[in-house]
């Protein structure tokens, strides 16, 4: 059973009073809030490796490159992903949205065929919808 308590634990800006009462965050589609491990692991980077992946052959690239491929060999293997080369790095749910609209709605989604997404969904994840139905010509 997840203990509630100890996750909110884990992120220190949860630890605060707004209008007098204990923050509650729920805008998690615009901004996630870090948990301290990855506060940290953000904060050491910049401290000791920060440079551009895949782009020098200098030791700090080399880390930075490492520690990146890393991540994605971890993310690969919690996905059960056949390769790295699956995973895909974004710098958030509306770039996402947009690379899936873009990839797989414009190689399998034709003329004649409809889109369907709830009446709740976020703007993020409704205007690419909109712009693929445009570019495919559907209803």
């Given at each position: 059973?997840?203990?509630?308590?100890?996750?909110?634990?884990?992120?220190?800006?949860?630890?605060?009073?707004?209008?007098?009462?204990?923050?509650?965050?729920?805008?998690?589609?615009?901004?996630?809030?870090?948990?301290?491990?990855?506060?940290?692991?953000?904060t050491?980077?910049?401290?000791?490796?920060?440079?551009?992946?895949?782009r020098?052959?200098?030791?700090?690239?080399?880390?930075?490159?490492?520690?990146?491929?890393?991540?994605?060999?971890?993310?690969?293997?919690?996905i059960?992903?056949?390769?790295?080369?699956?995973?895909?790095?974004?710098?958030?749910?509306?770039?996402g949205?947009?690379?899936?609209?873009?990839?797989y709605?414009?190689?399998?989604?034709?003329?004649?065929?409809?889109?369907v997404?709830s009446?709740m969904?976020?703007?993020?994840?409704?205007?690419?919808?909109?712009?693929?139905?445009?570019r495919?010509?559907?209803?």
């Amino acid at each position: 059973m997840i203990d509630a308590q100890k996750v909110k634990q884990a992120f220190p800006i949860l630890d605060q009073l707004v209008n007098d009462e204990p923050l509650i965050y729920l805008d998690n589609a615009a901004t996630t809030q870090k948990p301290e491990a990855v506060l940290q692991a953000i904060t050491d980077y910049y401290h000791q490796d920060n440079a551009n992946v895949h782009r020098g052959v200098h030791t700090l690239a080399e880390r930075a490159t490492h520690s990146y491929e890393g991540a994605r060999e971890k993310v690969r293997c919690f996905i059960h992903a056949n390769e790295t080369a699956e995973v895909l790095f974004t710098r958030g749910t509306t770039t996402g949205l947009n690379w899936v609209s873009r990839s797989y709605g414009d190689r399998f989604v034709n003329e004649g065929d409809e889109i369907v997404i709830s009446y709740m969904e976020h703007h993020s994840n409704i205007i690419p919808w909109q712009q693929l139905a445009a570019r495919k010509k559907l209803p």
